[in-house]
């Protein structure tokens, strides 16, 4: 028996999940009466329901005749051994229920031993093989310098960074990188709103509010001189006599000048904006310099920013790093292959877009419409720098696949650019995707303003930090509370923003993410660090558990209460290789709050302190297990586990 559980199967895995054992001794149950090769009858065994540990619906096989027989077939021809212990029959489907002495020796020991002794020497419970050999290119986060880093960029960054950690848990070769929105005209609005409004030392504190602060009162400058432009021309437009008109220019014109000099100067800013791009374009050093300036402060802003949320990037790309000549070969290429045709007016619903002097791509037969690829001055554009990009990318990394964590708005621009690329005969292109997800409403602080993510990331970890002052002997006993504090509110902001299909929109709500009760972050956390103070004071009362976990004696585990536990610790390498299926952190934020649950409802019945020494050391180990697994979920979410708190 112990060789078919651990016989070699495509996809399964024992050495890593146990449950790949159990489910390789179940699906022996079913090769010989129902006479399918033990591939097939692997494939057929499902997690539990309905609180089964295993189930198999034979309808799924395909036997011909009548499913119900062939399933009354495996019931009445099933032996226990010392895997299975059960099976029972409803309908054409089986419930299996595997020993449980076997099950929490099996689950415990592998935790212990992918926690503790592994090659690597790091936690790797739960992790598997089966990326092994393959490159993924991970891109998120991607703020737009001097724009607002948003909450969109907030979600693209603790989506692809749990991304990030899903694939490298799966063996993958992952390489991260943040391309910054660091390219454009809005640069030259921003450059033009530092002549204006800019001051140095305020760059150097904070860049990226300060130039956030100046893109802000420069476009406010920016639609004044709009505004103005409009009503004029409308006034123009107003007299319809063709003579009159000639003698009205002129002195409209002055009129225009006089209103704009009294508005702020505003006059022509987006015209300087364009030329300061053009020059950037055109590599004008110190139109280049002044940009790089921009960049390195807010780079070095950004960084501090993801040190504290715990999420980092091999790479700070970005799209002023794709080079011109890959832009030029882009354009070369699909002219070539007749991809390119000049822009003109289009009707979109009742919008009338007018591209004329752009050049487009026609991507209609595919319904993604006709994206501009070069503007009249010559300028690129986003989708161009993609296209580029990623080129450049494959040739650099030739990646198996990449990766783009943006919001659900970009689904058209990453459809169009993949269309783009596999027009282009690239058999790579197929291996992109967009991890997309939904809105969050109402990102603002609690009194309702809108401001920075630090603002948010500050406020939550004020009020974190006044909930924990609450309880003075706790409180006295954490050895950093301000650092605690933050934590627990990352968890908080982390945790709400993982916990819904990333498609959902969710609605940013302050007391449900911050209160310690219901499914939330620091509920969590919380429960990590009940798990700690077991250990710490069972230490104190002397219970150690013996380096040679073989000596525990599991077989006192009897509870349904710890059954319930050791099976769901057992589910865990299950739930990593879901979410690297489906790219949803809701999965593994599920799961831990399944967990925590279950552990929390069996402190009053698997009481360790003051039990007969053996009886206490297997319910000490079991919680041991518990908080290496709910330790090693949360660090999948990027949260950093708490101690005590
Ligand atoms: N900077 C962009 C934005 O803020 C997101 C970039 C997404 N990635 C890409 N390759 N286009 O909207």
């Known amino acids: 028996m112990a060789s078919t559980a651990t016989a070699s199967i495509p996809g399964a895995e024992p050495e890593t999940c146990a449950f790949d054992a159990f489910r390789l001794a179940v699906a022996s149950k079913l090769t010989g009466p129902l006479n399918i090769p033990l591939e097939k009858a692997y494939e057929g065994v499902d997690i539990g329901k309905k609180g089964a540990d295993f189930s198999v619906a034979i309808p799924r096989f395909r036997l011909g005749g009548k499913p119900d027989d062939w399933a009354k077939k495996v019931v009445d ?109 809005q640069f030259g609005l921003v450059a033009v709103g530092f002549e204006r409004y800019g001051s140095e030392e305020a760059l150097k504190t904070d860049a990226v509010h300060h130039l956030y602060d100046v893109y802000v009162k420069i476009n406010k400058d920016a639609d004044t001189e709009k505004a103005v432009n409009d009503a004029l021309r409308e006034f123009l437009k107003r007299m319809k006599d063709g003579t009159r008109a000639a003698t009205v220019i002129p002195k409209w014109k002055r009129l225009r000048d006089l209103v704009l ?32 300036r921009f960049r390195d402060f807010s780079l070095e802003r950004y960084k501090q920013s993801y040190d504290r949320l715990n999420i980092d990037f091999d790479i700070y790309g970005g799209e002023s790093t794709v080079s011109q000549k890959a832009m030029q070969n882009v354009m070369q290429k699909m002219n070539e292959m007749g991809m390119v045709e000049e822009g003109k ?44 990009g990623a080129i450049e990318r494959y040739e650099k990394y030739h990646f198996d696949k990449m990766i783009y964590v943006a919001g659900a708005p970009q689904d058209m621009h990453f459809a169009q650019f993949f269309k783009a690329l596999d027009l282009m005969n690239f058999p790579w292109a197929k291996t992109l995707e967009h991890a997309n997800f939904g ?74 993410m911050l209160s310690f009760e219901g499914d939330t972050g620091p509920y969590l956390q919380y429960a990590h660090a009940r798990l700690c103070s077991v250990q710490r004071k069972t230490a104190q009362a002397g219970l150690i558990l013996p380096s040679d976990v073989s000596k525990i ?10 059954r319930t536990i050791v099976y769901l610790l057992g589910s865990y390498p299950d739930v990593v290789r879901t979410a690297l299926k489906t790219y949803e952190p809701s999965g593994v934020v599920t799961y831990l709050f399944r967990l925590s649950h279950a552990v929390s409802a069996a402190w009053e019945t698997l009481v360790v302190m003051g039990q007969e020494e053996e009886l206490a050391k297997a319910r000490l180990w079991l919680f041991v297990c518990a908080r290496d697994v709910l330790g090693a979920g949360l660090r999948l979410l990027s949260l950093r586990p708490l101690e005590k708190m």
């Not at 009294?262 to 374009?281: G, H, P």
């Not at 009338?352 to 037969?365: D, F, P, Q, S, Y």
């Not at 004696?553 to 710890?562: F, K, R, S």
Request: proline share 2%; with cysteine.
């Open 439 to 512: 809105t969050i409403l109402g990102m603002s602080s609690r009194k309702g303003t809108a401001v920075s993510l630090d603002h948010i990331l500050n406020e939550a970890q004020d009020t974190m930090h006044e909930q924990m002052k609450k309880n003075e002997a706790k409180y006295a006993n954490v050895d950093d509370p301000e650092t605690t504090a933050d934590e627990i509110g990352l968890s908080a902001v982390k945790i709400q923003d993982m916990a819904g299909k990333r498609i959902n929109n969710y609605e940013f709500n302050w007391s449900r």
């Open 77 to 185: 021809e099933f032996k226990p051994d010392q895997w299975v212990e059960s099976a029972t029959l409803d309908t054409a489907f089986i419930s299996f229920t595997v020993k449980t002495e076997k099950l929490v020796r099996k689950v415990l020991t592998q935790i212990h031993d992918r926690t503790y002794s592994t090659p690597s020497g790091n936690a790797e419970y739960g992790c598997n093989k089966s990326g092994n050999g393959k490159k993924v290119i991970m891109e998120y986060s991607s703020p737009n310098i001097a724009k607002e880093f948003h909450a969109g960029h907030l979600r693209s960054t603790i989506l692809g960074a749990f991304l990030a950690n899903i694939h490298r848990a799966t063996g993958w070769d992952v390489m991260t990188i943040n391309y910054l929105g660091d390219w454009g005209t």
């Open 345 to 388: 007016k289009e009707k979109v619903g009742k919008r009338v877009i007018n591209k004329e002097g752009t050049l487009v791509i026609n991507l209609e037969k595919w319904k993604l419409g006709k994206p501009v690829v070069e503007k009249s001055d010559g300028t690129s554009l986003y989708i161009t720098r993609d296209i580029a």
């Open 553 to 562: 004696n599991t077989d006192l585990l009897i509870e349904p209460g710890a």
């Open 261 to 292: 000099e009294r508005y702020n100067e505003s006059y022509a800013v987006y015209d300087a904006a364009r030329q300061f791009f053009k020059r950037m374009e055109d590599g004008d050093e110190a139109a280049v310099a002044q940009w790089k």
